[in-house]
């Protein structure tokens, strides 16, 4: 279907607003079609499980959505499903990260296999990530 066809109802009565090609699926879809690494990933970010830090789950930033985000350290962590690998997806991602990288987000992309083969290692990078943006060290317990 093309951007011309997509409406939103409700709107004005009787009337139809356009919306965006690409735009967002609501949340709670997203959330529904997640990818298995990124399920195992979450269990181990979420509540502040690494270094104390708060991740977000499918957080928007601009137009894209982040697969995790800690808005502490403005670092996002994205997950790269297979399709990705290859030429316009890259690119895609490329542009993405150009972006966030423009806005002040730092961005770390793991693979969805090396989240399900080594997720202590993915866990010890993301953490590696935190504690260098933080040049405090804070979650390291060196200044108690």
């Not at 990288?101 to 083969?117: H, L, M, P, Q, S």
Request: with cysteine; proline share 4%.
């Amino acid at each position: 279907m093309s951007h011309c066809r997509a409406y939103l109802r409700g709107m004005l009565p009787g009337r139809h607003v356009p919306v965006a090609r690409g735009a967002k699926a609501p949340a709670p879809r997203r959330r529904a079609q997640a990818a298995k690494a990124e399920v195992i990933l979450w269990q181990r970010l979420q509540r502040g499980r690494l270094h104390g830090r708060r991740f977000r789950r499918r957080h928007s930033v601009g137009p894209y959505v982040l697969d995790f985000y800690c808005p502490e350290e403005r670092l996002a962590v994205e997950l790269d499903r297979a399709e990705r690998e290859r030429g316009r997806a890259e690119r895609r991602a490329a542009f993405r990260t150009a972006y966030l990288a423009a806005t002040g987000v730092r961005v770390v992309r793991f693979g969805d296999r090396d989240v399900v083969r080594n997720l202590e290692g993915v866990l010890a990078a993301i953490g590696r990530c935190l504690v260098r943006a933080a040049g405090r060290v804070h979650a390291l317990g060196d200044d108690e």
